[in-house]
């Protein structure tokens, strides 16, 4: 078999004719979805409507070329959406050309990051987000957009800042409801959810979001609800094809975007890699994170040259193309090669589109991603961990996207750092008959008078170095027969320095006493640097390999 | 004997007459220091002279009711000075009553939060800091102040932002040095580092700074050096005790103390504790972290009554303090009485002390902070150590006092977490003879075929789940007979959310491929937690007391 050229990407050196079908068909239905939600998503981020549209060609392209996922489909989403909103509002009024540009250079910024992030090899970056910041952070986006989208479903004004001031904004004006939006928009949101019920997870019920658009542009169009009851559509959508280039804004408003399009950067990353290695997983593949940087850095930059706005691998999409038979990205190039036929010839079919029916898509699609299930087992699991899933959630509602995220890393490394201070300290003897020890308050074992065994289960540091010795010297005072000192290390992967002057201190402190301190199981990184230190001199021919020699020993 | 009554502190109740001696020597040499050292510190903080003697009388006593370390001298220090004056001067100009009540104020604030610390028992809220991190940050600090007073020195304009600044502005400025001010200035230096090398560490060194106090402020009487050659003096310092009083400062003011106060009060506790600590220690004395807090918290509180600024436990005069014999804190009671005494009798003779003189007795104070020892010793130990010193004593000069140190803290966490991503995974086997395992790659050991038994070193939690079962997945590709993956758990002292879910995950697609996923040595406390969930049902019977069990089953 001949070789396929290098600078092809693998799936496409290697394709095979019987791949073709599977990804014609998901190329198609992911279409038929992705075209309402691009709409929809643009809206959401406060954008005109074929900045959308814009957004759903070229990054698919860029991703197939780049990407490692057979099955992620890029785009649009919810969640970048509301974050590029959320970075904007502050810098320039939602539709205006200064808001458009700083969505192209968010997009720029966010797609050089991935590129940079993935040619420094940086994929674990995204490690730094825990599963319950990051359930949390998507519950409570999905959220936050799903209220920002009830003002659309019923036809009055925006306003409020947080979630809380969008509520109590809706609640005071009520009684302004305009009737037949109103009816369009909840009308939807009822077929939505009623179709979701009766077709479950079938793929239909993918289809359903076209049918309503469909449904509600016919209705508008026919009796010309736009101009007898006020309804606002989405109007005049410029046909063809995105013209290339790039207009920058300034250096004040790039350095605003800076931390938005990091934030966007790592979140797109995170949801992106968590969908594509799931779905891979399910097909035995594998997905490369750093490929994944590449990929998505490439498509970003690629939005941003064809006049897009941020983009990622999007949850339910990806979901739907593996389950309609995805075999390689081929199926993305595919949806690419349709809208783009759908911005050259069928934009006038939007015109009469209703805002309703588009928030209505989006409702039904965001509340998939709220996950109270997690924080239900993490409750259960892990109450610290339930606790920063309900606080990312609940700083995005009140504080905003950023704010929201941020203080959900901030708690993930708190909570880390205030476990590790209070370390589980065992006295420890042995299990009789064997070379085993265990805690004497958990287990039947034996212990040597004169000799007092610890095992120390976290790494010496800083946070616990005071509260270690501490706990040895009030162990010591309750004992005052003990003249050994055996430490297990069993559990200690690092000893820092502020631990290693603790230790240092406190041997030199017992032999005035004419206590010994001894170490076991000392794991090779520690006794490695340790072996140089003054108290590794001194601790000479008192580090045992076992447990069980220090015990014996002495 | 009978009992003392119990509103006494114990020291007072128990005094033995014996201590006296030593208390009354160490209390009169400890107030030859302070003397020019709270003139000095004053000036450093950018207030009139007279708040440094107010700072060093009722703090002294307040200490001495709740304090716990009998050795600890207490009164206006030089980092804390550079703390304040880098609070206050974004806020007020140096020296104006507005400056005067918001350095008040800011030791009330100080003074209230140690007192909250010290009732919620929050003595470890202090081993945030790591050791190279207060180091870096004393270091940096010295460096700061050093460098601020040497306009003082030689006569010259202040001027400059942060270190480098400064530095800039005094070699622009070089031409306008006053010739009889350095002259003075230098000299004075001169003076006291020859002092200290003719008498290193002997009492009389102690009283070099007065020495050369005396000597400035004659020369100054006698040639009227004020007039006829531009000397900066004291001036005029109000006589007589300060007024009990308290005058806040607005909302917004106070507000914007918060994070100096708190920077204030965990860096002055933590460098109190560790002076107290290490002089207690060479008597046999233990110093109560949680007394501490209210120690320094009631000292505070009654600088803030009597005109103060914020105080704290000096290094320098502490350690004088214990070598000149003081037994008990009666010692800080007749320091406190005898500078009660000057304020009353002899502030007239401060009046033509020269600002030059005082700035080199704070030079030579702030030079022994420096400790460059600390980075060498964490260089060769712990780079990443090294490194937070570096950087915190970097931004100190840099970015300014607070800032260095949120720097500092931000990185030491920083590298805790980067650490602990980046596990040390051991593929261990048994010693010959034993029942005690140890890495392949480190030792003879015994494998048994198809079995695959790992050890990781660290907590399993978000920011290492995906690499650990990289490395899992890597490992089993490399050797397709593994029919068994036994984990060994002697070094997880936590499993978080994130990490069962990785787990969970791996061990079912583990039994997919028909290998068998055991673990050993899995503590108790997080075995506590595992059993109820997913997993743990799964796994029943498949974990193992120890490796030996874990390893010779299946």
Chains 1, 2 share one sequence.
């Not at 057979?70 to 939602?94: E, F, I, K, N, R």
């Not at 299990?431 to 034996?446: K, S």
């Amino acid at each position: 078999m001949k070789q396929p050229p290098r600078w092809l990407p693998t799936w496409l050196g290697s394709y095979r004719r019987d791949q073709l079908p599977g990804d014609l068909t998901a190329g198609l239905i992911v279409t038929v979805m992705l075209i309402p939600q691009s709409l929809a998503y643009a809206m959401l981020a406060g954008l005109p409507p074929e900045m959308g549209l814009y957004a759903s060609i070229l990054p698919l392209l860029a991703y197939a070329a780049l990407g490692s996922s057979m099955t992620l489909a890029v785009g649009p989403v919810a969640v970048a959406s509301l974050m590029t909103a959320s970075a904007l509002q502050p810098l320039a009024t939602p539709g205006s050309p200064e808001y458009v540009t700083l969505a192209i250079a968010l997009a720029l910024l966010s797609g050089v990051m991935l590129l940079a992030f993935g040619l420094l090899r940086l994929g674990f970056l995204a490690q730094l987000l825990s599963h319950p910041v990051i359930s949390g952070f998507i519950t409570g986006s999905a959220l936050l957009i799903a209220i920002g989208q009830a003002h659309h479903l019923l036809g009055l004004p925006a306003g409020g800042e947080h979630a809380l001031g969008q509520v109590w904004h809706l609640l005071t004006h009520l009684p302004e409801v305009e009737p037949v939006t109103a009816a369009i928009g909840l009308g939807a949101l009822a077929l939505l959810l009623l179709m979701r019920r009766w077709l479950g997870a079938h793929l239909l019920g993918k289809l359903a979001p076209m049918g309503v658009v469909i449904l509600g542009t016919a209705a508008v169009a026919l009796w010309q609800l736009d101009q007898s009851a006020g309804v606002r559509i989405v109007g005049e959508v410029p046909a063809g094809l995105p013209m290339l280039g790039l207009s920058l804004p300034g250096w004040n408003a790039t350095l605003a975007l800076l931390l938005p399009a990091l934030l966007i950067s790592l979140v797109g990353f995170v949801e992106s890699v968590s969908v594509a290695q799931s779905l891979a997983l399910k097909r035995r593949q594998r997905i490369v994170p750093n490929k994944e940087l590449m990929g998505l850095g490439a498509a970003n930059v690629a939005s941003a040259l064809s006049g897009g706005y941020p983009v990622t691998g999007g949850f339910a999409r990806s979901v739907v193309n593996f389950a309609a038979g995805a075999q390689t990205p081929l199926a993305g190039v595919i949806s690419a090669a349709l809208m783009a036929g759908v911005l050259l010839g069928l934009t006038g079919w939007f015109h009469d589109l209703p805002h309703a029916v588009l928030a209505a898509t989006i409702v039904v699609a965001v509340l998939q991603l709220v996950e109270f299930q997690t924080l239900r087992h993490a409750w259960r699991y892990d109450r610290a961990d339930a606790l920063a899933f309900a606080a990312t959630a609940a700083g995005v509602l009140l504080l905003g996207v950023e704010a929201g995220i941020l203080a959900g890393v901030a708690l993930s490394l708190g909570v880390l750092v205030w476990r590790s201070s209070r370390p589980h300290i065992a006295v420890i003897g042995r299990v009789p008959g064997t070379e085993h020890f265990r805690n004497v308050l958990r287990h039947q074992v034996q212990t040597r008078p004169g000799l007092l065994a610890l095992r120390v289960d976290e790494n010496l540091f800083f946070a616990n170095a005071t509260l270690v010795e501490q706990h040895i010297e009030t162990l010591l005072a309750t004992d005052p027969a003990v003249r050994r000192v055996l430490l297990v290390c069993s559990g200690v992967n690092q000893i820092d320095t502020t631990a290693l002057d603790m230790l240092t201190e406190l041997e030199r402190r017992l032999a005035q006493q004419g206590i010994e301190l001894a170490l076991a199981e000392v794991k090779g990184p520690v006794m490695d640097r340790l072996q140089h230190t003054p108290l590794g001199v001194r601790l000479q021919g008192r580090v045992y390999l076992s447990t069980h020699e220090g015990f014996e020993a002495g």
